[in-house]
Each structure stands twice: as C-alpha cells, then as structure tokens.
C-alpha cells in the first residue's frame, strides 16, 4: 500500500476512494480497519466519526491510522467534508493533531477544496458555489450546522496549537512556494494551515508540495495531487479493478434533508413512487420496517425511493420533540434495518442519501470492502460488494447530502446496472 486514507463518514470514504482510483490508483474501500495484509495501491478506511465524541472520534482514528501504517504506506491522508462539517468542539481539528502525533508530522496542510462540486476556499474562507459556506444551507444542518465560513477561525476554536493560512497568491507561485511558506508557518508556531484553493489545478501544486508530507488533510479533491505524486514516481501498477455489474431490484434511500437532497427527492418523485418517513410515526408504530418493506416489494419493478428528507423547519421540530441525537438515530436505526431487510429479500442496486444514512446502511449490511466502480456524478462511484452467504454481488451509490445532480437517484441505479 502506498497511500492510506481515513475519511470520518461512508459517503467522503467512496468520494476519496473514486478520486483515487481515476487517478490510477488500483483502490479498495474498507468499513473499519481491515484485517491482516491487504493488495492495493491506496486503501481507504470508512469511518462513522463526523459527529460522535471526539474522543470517539480520536480512538477510531487512530486505530485505523495504525492499521494502515501496518500496511506500509508511505503517507497517511485523512479525509473530512469539502463542506468541512464539524462543530466548534471537533473533530477534524482533534483527529488532525492526534494524526499528527502518531505520524511524527510537524506541519499539515488544510484544503477541504472540491471545485468540480462548487467547493472553493480563499482567504481561508470556504464557498459553496457563488455562497459564503455559512449561507448556504450548511447553516441549517441538523447535526453539524456551518455557521462559521473562515476554516482557519472554526478549526481554531477545536484546536490546541496554532492555525496558520496559506494564500492564492502563494499557491499560484508553485509548490516551491509552499513549501517554503509552510516552514514560515511552522516557524511562527502553526502546524495546521489552511490553503486556499480555487481550481483543479491550484490542488495539483498542493499536492505536489506535500509529496513527502507524513500527513496530508483535505477533502478528497487534494488526492488528485496525491495520486498524480505517485504516478510520477513510476510506482502504480496501471491494472484497473475488476467491477461487475449488478443488475435485479433496486431501491433509493435518503435521509439527507440538505437542499440538493429535497431537489433530488423531489425530481425522483416525478416517475417513481415514494414513501415518506416520518420519526413520530416510527415510535407510534404507525410505520416499521416491516410495513416499509411491504410497500418496497409491492412497487419494486418501479425503483421506488424512501426518504425522510423535509425542510430544515420540519428539521427543527422534529429535534425540539425528540433530541438532536435521538431524532437521527430514531432514523439511522429504521433505513439501516430496512437495508438489510430489503437485501437479504433480494434487493441488488440499494442508492443511498446522506452521509449519516449511508454509513448506517453500510454498517447494517456488515459489508467488509468494496471494490469502485465508474463515476456516477463527480465524488460518487458506483461500489460493489458481496452479500450475504451467497455472496452474491450488491450494487450501491453512497451520496454526501449535497452531491449530485438533480436526476442522480434514478442516473446512480443506471449506472450500477451498467448502462451509460
């Protein structure tokens, strides 16, 4: 293994291990840390810490920092949200310094940066397409709501040492220029620092000037650099994965309520039949698992979709009634259980909304690996999988809430199914 990723949700883990795999890199995902030696070029560790404890988030972290290390790899890369989701407490200030510890890295870039997604940090500032990050519905999210756009002020407020910055201007002078910039920041005391960045191109010298970074931090559009650094250097194998298509059932499940994932919804709805869940109607006992898969296989020749995505008021209400966290698990616990249901039933092609969802679906599933697949919307593979005793193969899309295209859900089951 040469390169060893962490990202903290399922959704940023097949984002980063696409952004890997088009950069040549022969790329396996894994839900947790794996067991024994792996063969692959870039192992991608699937974590669920974006909104547990940070000392949670910490010890997961670390433990699977060990294992890829373990492996050999030669660069540790840990993976956050291009929209940088975390709250003032952590965790991707806290899980940064420990990496660091861990590693020995005495400086580490910042760049949650995803342009082909409208993802753009400059002045340390993150921008989600024409919008500051803290007016673009990110404000309103239900878990880690972004309220703050100045990266280098919220990881501040998470940190122990000090947060530096790296501008545009430097960054367009070439990685020598960062690189020199960088001990400047390590000199004044600052072992993070935000750089800005606003093209492709601006991550490609990024990368290039953490080449021989013990530890690199960022969203997964900086590992296009990463992966370029590699290819250089003579050391990838050019073999692409082997990846089957899946054909039989398929079922959308989103429990994303971001204002891409209403769009989504909304346009799935057009010609597909839909079930909307609600948390109180799950603790009445008014609506079940049972009663949702009824209704899945009554209209499953039809890729029917199951959300609970609503507005951020119906949000609101549903937190003040129930809690923040007990609202999300109420959910989290209903789509991963159906998941299961579904495929054990013989669902193949499962679509999934949310990053939260996602990983609840991937872990109610007990799925080990997953091999990656062409890109269905930029940041988002087609993964395949085996299931069950079978082990048969099951096709699935992962969608951060604020990915992808208006027609995605029904596009994302195409794709598994292997048409164009």
Not at 141 to 162: A, E, K, N, S, V
Request: with cysteine.
């Amino acid at each position: 293994m040469l390169l060893g990723a962490i990202a903290d949700d399922f959704t940023g883990a097949s984002d980063l291990a696409n952004t890997l795999a088009r950069g040549g890199m022969a790329t396996m995902q894994f839900v947790g840390p794996g067991r024994g030696k792996v063969n692959c070029e870039a192992g991608v560790v699937a974590l669920k810490t974006r909104s547990v404890p940070v000392e949670d988030a910490v010890l997961q972290s670390m433990d699977a920092a060990r294992w890829l290390l373990d492996q050999g790899c030669e660069q540790i890369f840990f993976k956050y949200c291009s929209t940088f989701d975390s709250t003032r407490e952590g965790n991707i200030g806290p899980v940064a310094e420990a990496l660091q510890r861990l590693t020995g890295a005495d400086v580490t870039v910042v760049c949650p940066a995803f342009p082909a997604t409208g993802r753009r940090v400059f002045m340390s500032h993150l921008f989600v397409k024409d919008k500051l990050l803290s007016e673009s519905g990110m404000e309103n999210h239900p878990l880690t709501p972004m309220t703050d756009p100045d990266i280098r002020r919220w990881l501040r407020y998470q940190t122990r040492g000090g947060v530096g910055s790296i501008t545009l201007d430097t960054v367009r002078e070439g990685s020598g220029a960062i690189r020199s910039r960088l001990r400047d920041e390590l000199t004044d005391g600052n072992r993070l620092v935000v750089v800005d960045a606003i093209e492709d191109e601006d991550l490609m010298t990024i990368g290039e000037a953490v080449a021989d970074h013990a530890l690199v931090t960022g969203g997964s559009g900086l590992a296009q650099g990463l992966a370029r650094n590699f290819a250089r250097h003579g050391k990838l194998s050019g073999i692409p994965a082997d990846v089957p298509v899946v054909t039989g059932p398929g079922v959308v499940l989103c429990g994303s309520c971001s204002l891409a994932s209403q769009n989504q919804v909304a346009c799935h709805l057009q010609n597909h039949p839909g079930l909307s869940i609600d948390p109180a109607a799950i603790v009445r006992g008014t609506m079940s698992v049972e009663i949702a898969a009824r209704w899945v296989a009554s209209n499953a020749a039809d890729n029917p979709i199951v959300y609970s995505t609503t507005s951020p008021d119906v949000v609101s209400f549903v937190q003040q009634r129930f809690g923040r966290e007990e609202s999300a698990k109420i959910l989290e616990d209903f789509f991963g259980s159906l998941a299961k249901r579904l495929a054990d039933s013989g669902t193949r092609q499962i679509v999934v909304g949310g990053g939260e969802t996602s990983g609840a679906v991937v872990e109610a599933l007990g799925l080990k690996h997953m091999t990656i697949g062409a890109e269905i919307d930029p940041g988002v593979p087609v993964l395949v999988s085996e299931y069950g005793r079978s082990m048969r193969p099951i096709g699935l899309a992962l969608k951060s809430g604020n990915f992808g295209s208006p027609d995605f859900f029904a596009k994302a089951l195409d794709r598994i199914a292997g048409h164009e």
